[in-house]
């Protein structure tokens, strides 16, 4: 797979993109992207409390959520906006609001799949999962809406053939604990406008969290999720009918080990990364990024940033097609400065 880092000379702390330093604010876990107009490019990020949690100042979700947009693929952005609803929330509701996943089923429009916090020192319990919809590019947005019943954590969503999935954690506590702990597919075939449950994974997966979701080449899908009690073997499932059913499963290593993974579909393959583990120290907790050419087998890893702290290294990417057939995916993930405390860093993998 032929493709440039930037910047260059990894590992590094990347293109700097939000600096929380300034205040002594953090930015975990909210990094919603997507592409909402050829070439234009909608990000968020979390503006939160640098000093909430105890044993990880800066590890939480109590503040709001900012956005940007870009008309260049990310070379040069618009100054932030305040998400209303996530400080509404704030200041009136007994819930912060986080986001780590957006859509964009038609131009201009923006589909935020938004997690509610009840913790003011953390994240859980979550509450039912909303969703906000935007039609001018992230100008105005619409009033939530509930996108099911269940509490949870909506972990990823992917545009299939015009049609939104969308990967979430029945569970209003990070880890699964109990066999009703159920990873559940939602759809929407109206753009957002409502949303179905379509499947479950199947079998029993205590002690997992996290996901990520992607298209095959053989138009089939695949989940991952990640076991905190086997760091280098991501679970995966694999579709063949749509999200109906998913009858193969199976184990994906990964050689540095891999958490909160983010998987895209890019030229030649397909690429992982996320923070390679953290439950022991047997190997350095690092941002890493995998490649390889079946969304299965990965490579050995290669090491994007290495500034080790308590916790770092949300991230999320997007793909983006130019029309000379090369392609940039835009990284976005959470970089320590101080503590738990963390700003926000870009890196970009060009694609010729």
């Not at 022991?280 to 050419?293: A, I, R």
């Amino acid at each position: 797979m032929n493709f440039e880092i930037i910047p260059g000379d990894i590992p590094n702390e990347g293109i700097l993109f939000v600096d929380h330093s300034v205040k002594g604010r953090s930015g975990h876990l909210s990094h919603a992207l997507t592409e909402y107009k050829k070439g234009c490019v909608f990000a968020l990020w979390s503006n939160c409390s640098g000093t909430r949690n105890r044993w990880g100042p800066g590890h939480n979700g109590f503040g709001w959520l900012e956005y940007a947009t870009s008309s260049d693929r990310g070379d040069s952005w618009s100054a932030p906006k305040v998400l209303p609803y996530s400080m509404d929330s704030l200041l009136n509701e007994p819930f912060t609001v986080s986001c780590e996943k957006a859509v964009s089923p038609r131009e201009d429009r923006i589909v935020l799949l938004c997690i509610r916090n009840e913790n003011p020192n953390g994240w859980e319990p979550y509450l039912e999962p909303v969703v906000l919809i935007s039609d001018d590019a992230g100008e105005n947005w619409s009033e939530p809406r509930l996108l099911c019943g269940e509490k949870g954590r909506v972990y990823d969503a992917i545009m299939v053939d015009g049609e939104i999935y969308v990967l979430m954690l029945a569970n209003d506590d990070f880890e699964t604990s109990k066999p009703e702990h159920r990873y559940q597919i939602y759809k929407s075939s109206d753009a957002g406008e409502s949303f179905s449950l379509l499947s479950e994974l199947p079998g029993e997966y205590l002690h997992h969290a996290y996901g990520s979701m992607e298209r095959l080449p053989d138009g089939g899908l695949i989940c991952y999720s990640y076991n905190s009690r086997d760091e280098f073997n991501l679970d995966y499932w694999i579709s063949r009918d749509g999200g109906r059913s998913w009858p193969e499963t199976g184990k994906s290593f990964c050689k540095r080990r891999i958490r909160n993974p983010q998987v895209a579909r890019v030229k030649g393959g397909y690429i992982l990364h996320g923070r390679s583990g953290c439950m022991d120290s047997s190997l350095p907790m690092q941002f890493v990024l995998y490649t390889g050419t079946d969304g299965i087998h990965w490579d050995d890893g290669t090491v994007l940033c290495d500034k080790h702290g308590n916790a770092a290294y949300y991230s999320n990417n997007l793909v983006l097609d130019r029309d000379d057939g090369s392609q940039r995916v835009l990284i976005q993930a959470s970089v320590t400065y101080e503590k738990a405390r963390v700003n926000i860093a870009h890196w970009m993998l060009e694609f010729r």
